[in-house]
């Protein structure tokens, strides 16, 4: 019996090191530093009621969409929103990794803390899995854990609470590029079928991160082949198996999500892009913290002058993490040849993305300082499909990437000698702790008024036209109340062929041509503050009042025919 336990001990102790110690520190450093949110995790949801609404709708529909198949054979078309015509969901931030978690959840748990739980799992596993990638590359276990910190709890990080769970759950991609760099440098198939695999996890969260990895792949087989000085290493016995695997796995898993996405496109034009110009990355920004730092008001005279929202321009790397990048770059001249060249790899990802980030306009404090050709355009240029983003600054995720791995290998120097650098030490991690302490982040209760919960209780035999809650999110949010579908709608990019649709809808509900309403569109409710009553020009139409609270009134439309069945 001893001797099994002490056979075991060894897995036991990794288990501990290398998953439990930093699932949990990655906890409670997100409870600390967010603190005193943690108390609201049964009562509020993590996010603020502009497009944090629009994730928990994400949430509800993919559940309801998996429980019930014979109603919505898939969760890439809802007729719920824009009723009756529907739209297609592949231009939407759908985040279907999350919503299939959340089937899961919602067994047991409510909307609201299911929805807490996505949040903190994208942060702690954020954590977890570039400390993972750390480790690999420089086996310093302290200096891998505070590269996850530094990842994870980032500004960048930090910001997209606010309403974007598909960019707060960015957990996988320091997990696939530790899989790829792997696979790179000893391929097994293996090895390739994970990082396909990871690879799509990245895609179910969002689109961006997953054309970031893809350039990621790019990057690192060029680096590959100029240190291997062998440009056609794929192709070689070594590799060509591996390669030939992951490429299938991906086309396989990636084809029916980006395929229709870019045909949808093609066939009927998304709108919704954001304009490039507007989210770029601004040079200072990197350097200067935003409005998602703590002590925001003391740099209010640079981020408050910058163009698009602080939710895109609080990208603060950090300037502890500035110093550990020029400590690694230092010491590059005593490490071996295979440490060199990892930190010149990740050297040029952080440059690569950099360039990148700062979009179509060259861009210092919230003046364009140069708007001729620049390298976003001509990526742009390539790949036409990226004109469907608009967010160019979203690229510093990678550059974050980048700076934490580097940092890992930084601490590793330093740690080597720790009693002789014990007290910068000290002082480099306090201050890394001040620039990251974050600004409050947003808590939401949403008090359901109660002609919500009378709409819930009538029969769901048509869809809705609601006129009293101008908030669209807030009418995405009602419908996992109520549970019907709705006229109109708002998701991330519609279709040219919607917002016709929505227009001539528009007009119906302007003229109250509530026959038209009724048989074309099949609306069976209007919530409205107006008193309705049926038209002498249509009498074969009944408007009905279902219900009345504080003025709040729901009519029910119907028809003498269906009296005369």
């Not at 110690?21 to 409670?28: A, S, V």
């Not at 680096?223 to 440009?231: F, N, T, V």
């Not at 996992?480 to 998701?491: E, Q, R, S």
């Not at 009042?545 to 729901?554: E, G, M, P, Y």
Request: hydrophobic content about 50%; proline content about 5%.
């Amino acid at each position: 019996m001893l001797e099994k336990i002490t056979r075991k001990q060894p897995a036991l102790m990794k288990a501990l090191k290398h998953i439990i110690f930093p699932l949990l520190f990655y906890f409670f450093m997100f409870c600390l530093l967010t603190y005193p949110l943690i108390l609201k995790f049964f009562t509020h949801f993590f996010t603020d009621t502009g497009d944090g609404l629009q994730s928990i709708w994400n949430l509800w529909w993919v559940d309801l969409a998996v429980r019930r198949p014979d109603l919505y054979p898939t969760i890439w078309q809802t007729n719920l929103l824009y009723w009756p015509y529907g739209t297609t969901l592949y231009g939407q931030t759908l985040n279907p990794f999350n919503g299939f978690l959340a089937v899961f959840l919602l067994k047991f748990l409510s909307l609201t803390v299911t929805f807490n739980t996505i949040t903190i799992f994208g942060f702690v596993m954020g954590g977890m899995s570039m400390y993972w990638l750390s480790h690999y590359l420089t086996k310093s276990f302290w200096g891998s854990i505070i590269a996850g910190f530094i990842f994870t709890f980032s500004n960048y990080h930090f910001s997209n609470v606010n309403g974007r769970l598909q960019l707060v759950s960015l957990e996988w991609i320091p997990l696939f590029v530790l899989c790829w760099y792997s696979l790179i440098i000893k391929p097994r198939t293996a090895k390739a079928a994970g990082a396909a695999i990871v690879l799509f996890m990245v895609l179910l969260c969002d689109y961006y991160y997953f054309f970031y990895c893809v350039l990621i792949v790019i990057i690192i087989i060029i680096w590959y082949a100029i240190i291997k000085k062998d440009l056609w290493f794929l192709i070689r016995k070594e590799h060509f198996l591996s390669m030939a695997t992951f490429t299938v796995m991906v086309l396989l898993l990636v084809t029916p999500i980006v395929g229709p996405l870019i045909y949808s496109n093609i066939r009927d034009p998304l709108v919704g892009s954001h304009d490039p110009t507007i989210y770029s990355l601004d040079l200072l920004a990197l350097f200067i913290p935003g409005g998602h730092w703590m002590f925001n008001q003391w740099t209010r005279f640079y981020w408050s002058k910058l163009p698009g929202n602080i939710h895109e321009s609080s990208v603060f790397l950090g300037l502890s993490v500035y110093v550990l990048l020029g400590y690694a770059w230092i010491n590059r001249k005593i490490q071996d040849l295979a440490t060199k060249q990892l930190i010149y790899l990740w050297f040029i990802i952080i440059g690569f993305f950099f360039v990148m980030a700062l979009g179509p306009e060259f861009q210092v404090g919230g003046k364009v300082i140069w708007d001729k050709a620049m390298p976003y355009t001509l990526l742009v240029n390539i790949l036409p499909p990226l004109k469907l983003s608009g967010v160019p600054v979203r690229m510093v995720v990678m550059v974050i990437l980048g700076a934490s791995v580097l940092s890992a290998l930084g601490l590793r120097e330093l740690f080597r000698q720790f009693s002789r650098n014990i007290i910068f030490i000290i002082a480099l991690l306090g201050v890394l702790l001040f620039e990251t302490l974050p600004a409050p982040l947003p808590a939401t209760r949403v008090d359901v008024p109660g002609y919500i919960t009378a709409l819930a209780g009538l029969p769901n035999d048509g869809g809705v036209v609601d006129l009293v809650t101008k908030n669209p999110t807030y009418a995405l949010y009602y419908q996992t109340i109520h549970g019907k579908p709705v006229a109109f709608g708002y998701i991330s990019r519609v279709p040219t062929s919607v917002t016709n649709e929505d227009y001539t809808l528009t007009q119906a509900i302007k003229k109250q041509d509530y026959g038209e309403l009724w048989d074309t569109y099949h609306i069976r409710y209007i919530v409205t503050q107006d008193a309705l009553q049926t038209l002498v020009s249509q009498p074969y139409i009944s408007v009905e009042l279902v219900s009345d609270q504080n003025n709040i009134r729901i009519y029910r439309l119907g028809c003498v025919c269906e009296a005369n069945k």
